[in-house]
């Protein structure tokens, strides 16, 4: 399905990626953001995290890859969330899965407004998610 023939209420297939601590060491490089919450479980627990986290910009750059993947590339208009929870990656090979779904909420003037849903093990960890392309 591509953006020019979509319509308000279609469903788009979820998309699954996995989240290791491998991929918040090289986020960290290629973002700059050090911070020992994404890499440590010491420095993540005491400052009363459940463990390391990944970056919210990590976790909403896997909602943009999502739509990059539904739309074929289509030129991304607007993308926007709140980071409400966050996506503690376990010291191990396996990771976390983050799963992005989203459901076409209007196509109009030649763009395709999509609410997406993130989440982890069944929990949201971004609020209000959207993107806008052009169909």
């Not at 763009?111 to 993107?131: H, N």
């Amino acid at each position: 399905m591509t953006g020019s023939s979509w319509e308000a209420g279609d469903v788009l297939e979820p998309q699954t990626y996995a989240v290791r601590r491998a991929d918040l060491v090289r986020y960290a490089g290629a973002s700059g953001d050090f911070n020992p919450i994404h890499w440590s479980d010491r420095v993540a627990t005491a400052v009363g995290l459940p463990g390391v986290i990944a970056h919210g910009m990590y976790t909403m750059a896997l909602a943009a890859r999502a739509v990059a993947t539904w739309t074929n590339g289509a030129e991304v208009v607007e993308l926007g969330c709140k980071f409400t929870n966050p996506v503690v990656v376990p010291d191990d090979d396996t990771g976390i899965d983050v799963v992005i779904a989203g459901t076409v909420k209007s196509v109009e003037d030649g763009l395709a407004t999509i609410a997406l849903e993130v989440t982890c093990l069944g929990q949201k960890v971004l609020g209000a998610p959207k993107a806008v392309v052009r169909a």
